[in-house]
T-cell receptor, first 113, second 114 residues
């Protein structure tokens, strides 16, 4: 099955800095890569996703890049704000109709004012 | 649109007892997932339903865990008997279809086994 590795496990930045979280996946058939944000005690919520026919996608301060050859994808957050502090999870799912969504272990992002 | 509903929110049981969790997915969502999230880790898939059929239960500890999705809507996850290592948040999620679409999560049930 799919295996998703995520780094770093914790990331501390100053407000206004950029943050980058990286993930690798093992199944070359995977073609959907969402990122979820989970605030303390709350449910994971989708913040951005990318499909394998696209190399990069942006949504305001958030961007995701995908390198299918190297089987890795990254989340980029620019101009970080204290409210960006949360745990971020990457995930990957394959090309079959009933593909499983496999998550990484998460990155705790701390943005200091 | 109403989100994924789960109950109870919290449950404390003693080891070897039984417990059940309930999930009501978003209306019209064919795919339903149960994930186990241990503190400090990412969600781990326990079972995935497509309508009322199981499509992946490879990581479900079948000697103690069971799940069903009657009529392809609500789902119940049961643990019998519970072990200390089952302490975790149990998240239910649903998606319109399984392929390349957003999974919406419920608030989860926090289980503590003592």
């Amino acid at each position: 099955g799919e295996n998703v590795e995520q780094h770093p496990s914790t990331l501390s930045v100053q407000e206004g800095d950029s943050a980058v979280i990286k993930c690798t996946y093992s199944d070359s058939a995977s073609n959907y890569f969402p990122w979820y944000k989970q605030e303390l005690g709350k449910r994971p919520q989708l913040i951005i996703d990318i499909r394998s026919n696209v190399g990069e996608k942006k949504d305001q301060r958030i961007a995701v890049t995908l390198n299918k050859t190297a089987k890795h994808f990254s989340l980029h957050i620019t101009e970080t704000q204290p409210e960006d502090s949360a745990v971020y999870f990457c995930a990957a799912s394959g090309g079959s109709g009933y593909s499983t969504l496999t998550f990484g272990k998460g990155t705790m992002l701390l943005v200091s004012p | 649109e109403a989100g994924v509903a789960q109950s109870p929110r919290y449950k404390i049981i003693e080891k070897r007892q039984s417990v059940a969790f309930w999930c009501n997915p978003i209306s019209g969502h064919a795919t339903l997932y149960w994930y186990q999230q241990i503190l400090g880790q990412g969600p781990k898939l326990l079972i995935q339903f497509q309508n009322n059929g199981v499509v992946d239960d490879s990581q479900l500890p079948k000697d103690r865990f069971s799940a069903e999705r009657l009529k392809g809507v609500d789902s119940t996850l049961k643990i019998q008997p519970a072990k200390l290592e089952d302490s975790a948040v149990y998240l239910c999620a649903s998606s319109l279809v399984a392929l390349n679409t957003e999974a919406f999560f419920g608030q989860g049930t926090r289980l503590t086994v003592v």
